[in-house]
């Protein structure tokens, strides 16, 4: 009797600590994760699908579509389990992870529950992976492949049409115009040397190439060549997705969309949506060649 018992309670302990471990699927099919508080430096303890609600909030505008939110809850979700899946730590800033803010007594908390609640579980598969679930805000008309812009081939983070963004997004359009010798400043500082010389830029600038998703692939300054997303990082432009216009003493920057372009454009999702498409349409027109599982199936 007595060595049953310790057997019993032997497999207890293991299934009791099993649970407690970071990122594991517990028996009532949710995931526990430990996110960092960037302010503080705490660390909070939190139900992932609870955890996604505060990314909704924080992410995607709450006057957005019911589907589109759904949506956007699929691909944080995945997002945030291939993270854990690749043991790397959660926080609430939008640089390392995703936006979060405490969803507790928001107008919006029934709202954003009913998309996370409605797809609970829920992944976005390549071959029975997670995938990488990238989005942004709005892509200016096409997504981008992914190597375009971090020089990683993902064969479901490809180009995109991306129709619709401009219709609904207030500030799409953005303009940055300045000087030839602020220019040089600020591409000096970002190399570190005196890659440009003259102040003379005028007939020394043009766009090369586009990217598949009209975004600027690479721009020679004088002498030198340099990738979108590097001008886009130097000048802090809202998107790749640009033109310019050449003046006697400055350029100008006329920019299209917001964000890197890659994955599920936020805003062609709610264009999308306002046209009729459900969330699974969305995603499977963002995130092309994947399935959707339940996280506890696969």
Known sequence: MKKFLFIFLGIFLIYALYKEIPGNISSNNSKKIFMTVSKTNDIVELDLEEYLKGVLLAEMPMSFSLEALKAQAVASRTYTIKKLENGDAICDNSAHCQAWVDPTGSEYYEKISEAVEETCGEELTYLGEPIEAFFHSASGGATENSENVWATKKPYLVSVESPGEEEIMQNFYSTLEITYEDLIKKINAYKGTQLITTSKLKDKIKILSRTNGKHVKEIKIQNSTFSGTEIRNILEL????????????????????????????????????????????????????????KYNSI
Do not use: C, D, W
Request: glycine share 12%.
């Open 238 to 293: 809202r998107s790749t997705n640009f033109n310019i216009e050449l003046t006697n003493n400055s350029i100008i920057f006329n920019v299209s969309g917001y964000g890197h372009g890659v994955g599920m454009s936020q805003y062609g999702a709610e264009a999308m949506a306002k046209s009729g498409s459900t969330y699974k349409e969305i995603l499977s027109h963002y995130y092309p060649g994947t399935s959707l599982k």
